[in-house]
């Protein structure tokens, strides 16, 4: 059967090799160039009708084109031009070439080309390279580089996978055992036989194989490679996993986060928009859709300028409806998103434990030192306070009240200023008086801080909602059910209602009851908005979150679109936030808390009550999984971002309930 083209870029109709030479030549002659007529003829022509062109020019000039691009371009814009010129083998290998030559080595650069081509692209690689440096690129590629990296790196040089179509199914259930064996089952990892498997049998085998190793492990291959492999090779494995899985969606994420936050990583956008435009670049807009808030088109957009925009758009193809149907690549990838993340049993894991040989008098002495007389000893408050945990800091508080007869809380507030006493006493409070406290905050003076009390609701259980409720109504007289409703209205009043009973069903998914459950999602999707969100908020804010992730990979089946993009489609305002919120905890909640924590402190300023909220009731729940995701999806440590964003003893104290560098 053969592959409908997924590409952007086709040949182009009434196409004249000579006619557009004569174009390009006319663009460049004289003073200046004409870059509007060079991008609206090699932007617009296939790769093979563009190697046409340049023969043309040759012949008809005697000029070499692309050394003509080079001395009239410059910029961003020459290096996209004089790429798009260059045969696809030979535009990989003048990038792998660049990535060693020189000082240091652009590994992430080796790692995208030979982890994501096919067995031909590697032997059209391998030839283009020799014929164009006059070396074998595999000497020069293990003289550049040392390890199991280098050894996985070889492996995938040979272009000898295993066909796409070939699965052994005896050997299924044989590789998955051997991967748990080599890894999660032993001391230390068997690095040989990752690389055996993962860079020999054929990407159809090891779909199977990962679901398999899940069924084992009760873990993704990613989450076992991340915790057993380390530095470049971790990243080159997850890489080749990630390709196995879908390559479009693994060009997704490298888009992403190429253009992500400050600065534009231009070598890596030029790279992926050309060597994609004529394979899979409508699935990888498609993948960019269901995993981001925005298209790739909207993202090239706002990160890029002039003709230099202008190309990549062109390469883009087009902008999406955020809520069309998928194409079925990205259809499937929805589908196996959900069932990845109903199977997946997630280990969660706090940063603050219990201190071993701990003594409450002798912690409540050294605190009320450290307040006593002229000035504070800041660094002893921080180093006793952020190495105990919750239940060990309530202790603390009763000594120190039985000690000497003062309130640490009061003195505390007294010693301590700004950030840094919110933060120490939103550690000394109990879970639900934080909670309660945070809750509060959201919805006093002028306004309301809808996000807040979004996050709070959705990523607590109904025993923390309970225990809130209570510690609220003690704390203010008055019930927090009541306080929502005098502050909030309309449908998101009802959906903050409905989560503060703290009422979820608990257990497992019913498969049946799933399937009827997303049918009636997807005819919900035909009424108008207010019927749609009564009967969105009746499902999502009742359902037990196992269920939902059924629920929401069943939506997949039935309407071929994504609960997410719905949502953020037809839903607006504070009910699309609660609404998004539910489905993204329900399918990665240190996902979402680790996508809060980057808004927290991205761009100017820091919100700095949600970064002290986050950091301290997830300290001791999932706060190291939240570290994880922060470094997978933003490709910068969390502790990092901590760094550079805060100061002072405010910074040391987070970077404690931190608990280290990824």
């Keep these: ?58 012949s008809l000039y005697g000029q070499d084109l692309i050394g003509d691009l080079k001395y009239e371009l ?25 990535a060693i030559k020189g000082l240091g080595t652009n590994e992430k650069c080796l790692i995208e080309i030979l982890a994501s081509r096919n067995n031909e692209q590697i032997l059209a690689l391998r030839d283009a390279y020799k014929e164009a440096y006059g070396r074998d690129i595999e000497a020069d590629v293990i003289a550049d580089t040392s390890g199991h990296f280098k050894k996985m790196l070889v492996v995938l040089l040979q272009g000898t996978r295993e066909g796409n179509t070939v699965v052994n199914a005896d050997l299924v259930e044989e590789d998955a055992q051997e991967l748990y064996a080599a890894g999660e089952a032993k001391w230390g990892t068997d690095e040989a036989t990752f690389i055996m498997i993962l860079g020999n049998r054929s990407i159809a085998h090891l779909q199977m194989v990962f679901d398999e190793y899940q069924k084992i492990a009760e873990k993704s291959i990613e989450d076992s490679i991340k915790s057993e492999l380390s530095g470049d090779f971790e990243r080159l494995m997850l890489a080749v996993v990630q390709c196995i899985r879908s390559v479009p969606m693994f060009f997704a994420k490298r888009l992403y986060v190429a253009m992500k936050g400050l600065g534009t990583a ?35 957009k706002d990160d890029t300028s002039g003709d230099y925009k202008r190309t990549l758009l062109n390469l883009c193809g087009g902008d999406d409806d955020l809520a069309g149907e998928f194409f079925p690549e990205a259809a499937q990838i929805a589908y196996k998103m959900w ?25 409540a002495k050294a605190l009320r030192k450290a307040m006593k007389g002229f000035g504070t000893d800041e660094d002893t408050i921080i180093d006793i306070i952020t190495h105990r945990s919750n239940a060990q800091r309530q202790e603390i508080r009763k000594v120190f009240k039985s000690s000497f007869g003062r309130d640490l ?3 505390l507030k007294s010693e301590l200023s700004k950030n840094l006493c919110r933060l120490i006493l939103g550690m000394m409070m109990t879970p639900a008086e934080f909670d309660a406290k945070m809750m509060k905050k959201a919805m006093e003076g002028a306004g309301t801080d809808e996000h807040a009390l979004i996050e709070i609701l959705v990523t607590r259980s109904n025993e923390e909602i309970k225990a809130m409720c209570a510690s609220f109504e003690e704390a203010h007289k008055k019930s927090l059910e009541a306080a929502i409703t005098s502050e909030t209205s309309g449908h998101f009043c009802r959906i903050l209602v409905s989560m503060v009973q703290g009422a979820r069903e608990e257990g497992p998914a019913d498969i049946g009851r799933a399937t009827e459950d997303a049918q009636e999602l997807g005819d919900a999707c035909n009424d108008d908005s207010s019927a749609m969100e009564t009967r969105f908020m009746s499902m999502l804010c009742t359902r037990s979150f196992p269920h939902l992730r059924r629920v929401f990979q069943e939506f997949v089946r039935c309407t071929n679109k994504d609960i997410e993009q719905i949502i953020k489609k037809e839903m607006s305002g504070d009910v699309r936030n609660a609404m998004y919120a539910i489905v993204r905890s329900v399918k990665n909640q240190p996902s979402y808390l680790a996508d809060r924590l980057y808004k927290a402190m991205k761009g100017l300023g820091t919100d700095d009550r949600a970064l002290i909220r986050i950091m301290v009731s997830r300290s001791e729940v999932d706060l190291f999984n939240i570290r994880k995701e922060f470094k997978d999806t933003h490709d910068v440590s969390l502790h990092d971002f901590i760094q550079s964003d805060t100061s002072g003893d405010y910074r040391k104290a987070l970077l404690v309930l931190c608990g280290g560098e990824d």
């Design 1 to 58: 059967m053969v592959k409908q083209f997924r590409g952007t870029v086709t040949d182009f109709a009434d196409f004249d090799a000579s006619a557009d030479a004569e174009t390009l030549y006319n663009a460049m002659k004289g003073i200046g160039s004409d870059k509007e007529a060079i991008l609206d003829v090699i932007a617009a022509r296939s790769n093979a009708q563009r190697q046409e062109i340049a023969a043309a020019y040759k």
């Design 74 to 98: 410059t910029g961003k814009f020459e290096r996209l031009i004089v790429s798009l010129m260059r045969a696809p083998a030979f535009h990989d290998a003048k990038e792998i070439k660049d």
């Design 266 to 300: 231009d070598n890596t956008l030029i790279r992926i928009m050309i060597s994609r435009s004529e394979i899979d670049m409508l699935d990888i807009r498609e993948c960019f859709r269901l995993q981001y808030e925005k298209s790739l088109h909207n993202m090239i």
């Design 339 to 363: 069932e990845v993340s109903a199977m997946t049993k997630v280990q969660l894991r706090g940063t603050i434990y219990a201190s071993s040989g701990f003594n409450p008098s002798s912690d």
């Design 409 to 411: 809380m009061a003195d």
